[in-house]
């Protein structure tokens, strides 16, 4: 089972931008669809995003259409998650995960999860 690590996540004021990155320990990686959450305070966790093992193709929520993309680079064993046009509403943990499946978008689906990082974002 792959372990992720997500960092990239910090203070920055609406309409900002951040880019967040996962980490995975080993080239397993590339076998797995992979995927973004957040969870604010006293809510639910949100899917984000996901992409598949290839990176070819990408499904977003409605959490991430428009403002987000998500990306993957499996020479380099890491899922990106650019964040742009920044809402103090998109203040949450996120988390990457990874699945076996294809685009999954239910947190279920994902057998991996990392630590998340702190995204906050000021207005």
């Known amino acids: 089972q792959v372990q992720l690590v997500e960092s990239g996540g910090g203070l920055v004021q609406a309409g900002g931008s951040l880019r967040l990155s996962c980490a995975a320990s080993d080239s397993s990686f590339r076998f797995y669809a992979m995927g973004w959450f957040r969870q604010a305070p006293g809510k639910e966790r949100e899917f984000v995003a996901t992409?598949?093992?290839?990176?070819?193709?990408?499904y977003y929520g409605d959490s991430g259409k428009g403002r987000f993309t998500i990306s993957r680079d499996n020479a380099k064993n890491t899922l990106y998650l650019q964040m742009n046009s920044l809402k103090p509403e998109d203040t949450a943990v996120y988390y990457c995960?990874?699945?076996?499946?294809?685009?999954?978008?239910?947190?279920?689906?994902?057998?991996?999860w990392g630590q998340g990082t702190q995204v906050t974002v000021s207005s």
């Open positions: 992409i598949n093992w290839s990176g070819g193709t990408t």
């Open positions: 995960a990874a699945s076996p499946r294809d685009l999954p978008s239910m947190a279920y689906d994902y057998n991996s």
